[in-house]
């Protein structure tokens, strides 16, 4: 009988655990995505999209798939369901393991200002300047449409849905963008404060870069904590170590 783990994913890092996971005889995976994205790109493995219904849903659906491990490969701005992860898999005796790349480690030359959530973000924002770059996500942009006297720019693959800043320049655009196309963005929109969520990762640093380079300050903010007690793998070949460690098949 085969073994059957679960990815909750949403990350690069899930969708590189399910192509060197996938393949591998006597093993099933299914990775998890929440369904935000309407084209969310092949996925080596089983797929299964939408929310499970809270904690006590995804501990049934542990359950009903007899699952024998998860890895929480979600992105660490995704605190609720890792919290619901965490508790169901506890309640069903499934071991789980989260992936949570690093953060950003500041260098010098930086003007980092770190906060502990998006509402502290908007309300440090006035006191750098008068023109931000906000590369929180989509969702993240409700926190600053209090922000009357700030032009804030956003770049977006499609344009934000209220609630959004009343002064708002978007930018259509899709990244990976590099240092070259992050300065030349912070100098034509003369931005004068950059606020970003402390992500971690290579794909979206390069702005980091080009704010230490143009030298604007920015504005990062916190990853939530993790539930006490999760055991944490800090990248994909650990996640496989762990599995391959017979935690899984525990
Ligand atoms: P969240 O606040 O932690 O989760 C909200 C609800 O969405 C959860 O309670 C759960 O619904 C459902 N959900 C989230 N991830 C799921 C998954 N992988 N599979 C099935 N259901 C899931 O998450 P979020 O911040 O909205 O992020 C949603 C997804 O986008 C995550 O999978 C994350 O990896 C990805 N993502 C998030 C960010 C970010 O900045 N937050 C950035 C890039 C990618 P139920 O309670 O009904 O189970």
Do not use: N, Q
Request: hydrophobic share 50%.
């Amino acid at each position: 009988m085969s073994a059957h783990l679960l990815v909750l994913g949403g990350t690069t890092e899930a969708r590189e655990l399910a192509a060197l996971l996938g393949a591998r005889p006597g093993l099933r995976v299914t990775t998890s995505l929440a369904g935000r994205v309407t084209r969310p790109g092949a996925l080596a493995g089983e797929v299964r999209t939408g929310g499970f219904g809270g904690a006590r849903g995804l501990a049934r659906w542990l359950r009903e798939h007899a699952v024998d491990a998860v890895i929480d490969a979600t992105h660490p701005f995704a605190a609720r369901i890792t919290a619901h992860g965490v508790r169901a898999a506890a309640e069903v005796g499934v071991p789980y393991a989260v992936l949570r790349r690093p953060g950003w480690v500041r260098e010098d030359g930086d003007r980092w200002h770190r906060v502990p959530s998006l509402e502290s973000a908007a309300a440090l924002v006035p006191a750098l300047g008068r023109r931000a770059l906000l590369t929180t996500g989509r969702l993240g942009l409700a926190a600053f449409a209090g922000l009357t006297d700030v032009r804030c720019v956003v770049r977006s693959v499609e344009p934000p849905e209220p609630p959004v800043p009343p002064r708002l320049e978007v930018v259509l655009a899709r990244g990976p963008f590099t240092v070259a196309e992050e300065v030349a963005l912070l100098r034509e929109r003369r931005i004068e404060v950059l606020v970003t969520k402390d992500s971690g990762g290579a794909a979206t640093a390069a702005k980091l870069v080009a704010a230490r380079t143009v030298g604007v300050p920015v504005i990062v903010v916190d990853r939530p904590e993790l539930p006490a007690g999760a055991v944490v793998v800090g990248d994909v070949a650990e996640a496989v170590g762990w599995w391959e460690g017979g935690r899984g098949l525990a």
